[in-house]
C-alpha cells in the first residue's frame, strides 16, 4: 500500500474584496496521488498554480476544502512531517546557533538535553555542518543556511520530508552543490521526499518522478518517471536521456497553460 493517498483534494481560499465581501478562490483541483515510502517526488508548475498550497495541505499546515490525505493509514495530523520553507526566516531562528537550530525539533519533543545535543552533533556531521555548529544564521552563506533547515527538519525523524523551493534564492554554482548534498542525505536516511521546484532542470535531477501541474486551479496534467539511474552525477545534465525527459516535462507544463 503506498505510504501518501491523496484522493480528490481540492483547496479554495477566500479572498476579500473591496466592498469587504469573500469571493472564493480555488487553488486546487481534484487532485489525487499516491506516492511511495522513500520516494524522492517532485512538483513542477507554473508560478502561482498553488504547488506550496499543496505541500502546505500535505503537511497539515492547511485544511483541505475537498478531499482526504493518508499517511500510513493515519490522518496528516498524525503524521510527522520536516518542513523546509524557500525562505530561510521561516525555517531557521536568528537567535540561535547552528546547533541551537537543529536541536529545537527535539527540544519540543522534550528530548532530554545531552541526547539532544549528541543527535544534532551526529546530524551535523551529516551534513557538514560541524564547523559552524556556534555560528549564528547571520554568520552563514545561504547554503549553510538551508543545510541548516535541512538538519533541523530531519534531526527528529519525520515520516515525510517536505521542502518549498529551498534553493530558489541561491546562485546556481551553491544550487548545484545543493542538490548533490540533499541526494546524499536523502539516499542514507531513505526518507519520502517532497520538492516543490521552478527549475525543470532541478525537477528533473533530484526526482524519481516529477508531478506537473497546470495553471491554477492546479490538476496534474501528467508525471515522468526519471530513469536516470543513482546516484545522480552533474554530468547527467549534459546528456540526451536527461533532455529527453526535460522536454516531457515541459510539454506538459505548456499544456498546462493552455
Known sequence: ???????????????????????????????????????FVTFFGPNGCGKSTFLHLISGLHQPTAGKIGVNNKTVEEAKVGFV?????????????????????????????EKRR??????????????HSNKYPYQLSGGLKQLTAI???????????????????????????????????????????????????EAVFLADRVVVFSKSPARIMGEVLVDLGRPRKLE??????????????LKLFEEGLK
Not at 6 to 33: H, Y
Not at 86 to 105: A, K, L, M
Not at 237 to 249: E, G, H, I
Open 151 to 201: 538538519a533541523r527538519a530531519l534531526v527528529y525523524d519525520p515520516d515525510i520530508f517536505v521542502l518549498d523551493e529551498p534553493f530558489s534564492a541561491l546562485d546556481y554554482q551553491t544550487t548545484r552543490r545543493m542538490w548533490l548534498e540533499l541526494l546524499r542525505v536523502w539516499k542514507d536516511l531513505e526518507k519520502t521526499t517532497l520538492f516543490v521546484s521552478h527549475f525543470v532542470d
Open 1 to 39: 500500500m503506498p505510504m501518501i493517498q491523496i484522493e480528490k483534494l481540492s483547496k479554495v481560499f477566500l479572498q476579500e474584496k473591496e466592498k469587504k465581501e469573500k469571493a472564493p478562490v480555488k487553488v486546487l483541483n481534484n487532485v489525487s496521488m499516491n506516492i511511495e515510502k522513500g520516494e
Open 85 to 113: 520553507f524557500q525562505d530561510y526566516s521561516g525555517s531557521i531562528f536568528p537567535w540561535r546557533t547552528v546547533s541551537g537550530n537543529v536541536e529545537f525539533g527535539l527540544e519540543v519533543q522534550g528530548v532530554p538535553k
Open 118 to 131: 549528541k543527535m544534532a552533533r551526529e546530524f551535523m556531521g551529516k551534513l557538514n555542518l560541524t564547523e
Open 236 to 249: 547527467m545534465l549534459q546528456s540526451r536521456k536527461f533532455f529527453a525527459l526535460r522536454n516531457r516535462v
